[in-house]
């Protein structure tokens, strides 16, 4: 069984070495998007990418780059996403956002009645 709504896509990108107060920076936006219950969030950690600065980022290389890129998407609505944003504006240095609507199909088993 399944279901449809309409979401939004948070997309946050950033550098796997940004810190905020002391711990990685994805780590801590995960953790804050948890706090405000929103519905989840997924870490992904790029193997090659390039920024703002266009300093190429690869894990094929040893020692190239030890600051790959990390996207961190988190699907929910849209007035769970808008608690998030005062806390990357004053958390992110240097990075982007993405926000785009998107079509959700939640897949969830059913209690079968007997």
Known sequence: MHSEENDILLRILIGENDRFEGKP???????????????GATVLRGILGFGAHSRIKSARVLGLSTDLPVVIEIVDKRENIDKLLPFLDGSIDEGMVTMESVRVIKYRHSEKSS
């Open 25 to 39: 920076l994805y780590e801590a936006i995960v953790l804050k998007a948890r706090k405000l219950d929103l519905a």
